[in-house]
């Protein structure tokens, strides 16, 4: 069974930083478009950041996140710099497996002094 798993999350100080880790597991053949959205409380879910030949940002985070892919170990990261209390949410990670969509369960990052 194919699963993501999320981790890194945590509660840091504005201007901060964290790193997000998303490992795959399972029957893998193939994947393909990886990436990281998030959810904030009463939002809906909304695109961070995608993973390809040429990475894609969303204009809130561009400068300060750093999407990147280790494709020998299955495993998709965030690093997350200069950290502001609006970048509070949970974090998800999508990738597209053996042709099927999956999503992993989240992780909480917190951006408060």
């Known amino acids: 069974q194919v699963q993501l798993v999320e981790s890194g999350g945590g509660l840091v100080q504005p201007g901060g930083s964290l790193r997000l880790s998303c490992a795959a597991s399972?029957?893998?053949?193939?994947?393909?478009?990886m990436g990281w959205y998030r959810q904030a409380p009463g939002s809906e879910r909304e695109l961070v950041a995608t993973s390809g030949g040429v990475p894609n940002y969303a204009d809130s985070v561009k400068g300060r996140f750093t999407i990147s892919r280790d494709n020998a170990k299955n495993t998709l990261f965030l690093q997350m710099n200069s950290l502001k209390p609006e970048d509070t949410a949970v974090y998800y990670c999508n990738a597209l497996i053996n042709g099927v969509p999956y999503w992993g369960k989240g992780t909480l990052v917190t951006v408060s002094s």
């Open positions: 399972g029957r893998i053949f193939s994947i393909r478009s």
